[in-house]
């Protein structure tokens, strides 16, 4: 029996979220509250010299790859132009109604009524059977509660309302927080400002955003190798060796904004065990002394000034808070603290399938739009009746083992809720959708087995079965993209591998992946 679903928000979870369940034969009506599709990226709401810090194969939908042969990193322009080449193509934005906002959603028995507000102030009501959320995670600016902070002067702003460096030309400024749009935020202010001040508590782990690059001729990093399947199901030991092995490169690189990479990977801990920055773009402006880095954190203000824990202090003119996003559903009344209290973080137990929440899992590695598409692929399987969710007990079984697993992982930075290993996900869901590869043996169907292996963990490995396949053009893109281990790289990985499943046999020590 075909549903009739209510999908809120036309970003990158929505689009998935639409094509899949529509896939299915569903009746979709997405509310989108903004004029345009594409969530963080509609026109209006980021900033002009945005670079994804994502490539482009993890940032397309499996079912539609890019054109390009190689990895690129697209600029926010061309993401917009892949997004409305997608939607055209499947004629998606028939399902979407712009200038809604959904004020409240409310079960009553097994049906949902859904009351939006249009553009005009008019609200409706409709009636629904299921309601998938899909309204990001960038609803709510959080900034950290600083003592004296309310008697600051100056300007306050967070990074959601960041839009033109020139707002701090010839300023004093603090950018408190770094993550990827920190870091392009405050080397753009770094070109204007008298001074530009960064504010963090501990070093955090920075990768570079080109995973293979060159930038001298003794100096390069081939990383890409550690988005594929059998590196992440190999055990910490082997991150740790190839941190070291970076690290080592890092600090001896003849250039400086290379050394203090270099230095900040090391002090920050092991990258595996944390949330991590891919965006390098910060340490050259460091290097350049045009960014001043105060690490340890704030304990207060008095006036325009900052004292810092170290007891250091700095006059300043403005605050630029980089420090993320509450979650915040208002239109619901089922209060979430955590993501990862949820079945798969997509469904409440005590709820059911009727309410899904689609792309709030962020993954260390590999992008979210392919999470949020394997996800819409389960719940468009649970719409239709071709799947069911577990039991109860089942699913909070789960829900502990899994919460375990990644608190185990991301250690460090516990604190990041929501964080997640994008092989050990993408291939527990693709088990329950039913799309998993199989990986052949080197006698069966070597080439293969090297591209699912050792490869990039692409989306479209997940198109090769399963519902709504694409088996032909998925293979021809596996198989002919160029191979990113070296082949000594490859035969010991396997060997390892070989020996790693031996020991899990003898339980004696496990693969490092979700077993559900």
Known sequence: ??????????????????KQLTDEGHHVVCYEKAESFGGVFAAKKIYEDL?????????????????EQSLKFWSKQEYVQYLKRYLAHFDIEKHIVYNHKVVNAEQNGDKWTVKVQSGSGEETESEFDMVVVCSGHFQEPKTPDLEGLSDFMG??????????KMAFKGKRVMCVGLGESSADITSEISEVAEKCILSLRRYPAVAPRYM??????????????????IVNKLPFSYH?????????KYVNSRNLHLRIRGEWLHKSGPSIHQAVTKNERLFKPIAEGKVLPNIGGIERFEGNTVIFKDGTHEEIDAIVFCTGYKLSFPFLQHKIECMRDLYKQIFIPSVGSSLAF??????????????????????????????????????????????????????????????????????SMARLVGCMPKTPSLLKDPLLRVKLLHNPQFAAQYRLEGPHPMSESSRDFLVNFPNISTWPRIIHFECALAMQKLLSFLSMDNLRELKK
């Not at 300007?155 to 033109?164: E, T």
């Not at 740790?240 to 080592?248: D, L």
């Not at 899992?361 to 071709?386: H, K």
Request: net charge negative; with cysteine.
């Open 1 to 18: 029996m075909k549903k009739r679903i209510a999908i809120i928000g036309a970003g990158l979870s929505g689009i998935a979220a639409i």
């Open 51 to 67: 670079h994804l810090t994502i490539s482009n194969y993890f940032m397309a939908y499996s079912d539609f790859l890019p054109t």
């Open 155 to 164: 300007d306050i702003i967070h990074s959601n309302d960041y839009r033109d």
């Open 212 to 229: 293979a690059f060159q930038e001298d001729p003794y100096f390069t990093i081939d990383t890409s190798w550690l988005t594929s399947r």
């Open 240 to 248: 740790r060796g190839i941190t070291k092995n970076i690290f080592h």
């Open 358 to 427: 689609v792309g709030f899992v962020r993954p260390q590695q590999g992008g979210i739009p392919v999470i949020a598409e394997m996800q819409s692929r389960y719940l468009a399987q649970l719409a239709s009746g071709v799947k069911s969710l577990p039991s109860l007990e089942k699913q909070k079984e789960v829900i502990m083992e899994d919460a375990n697993h990644w608190e185990t992982e991301y250690h460090i930075t516990p604190h990041v809720a929501s964080l997640v290993n994008y092989c050990h996900y993408m291939d």
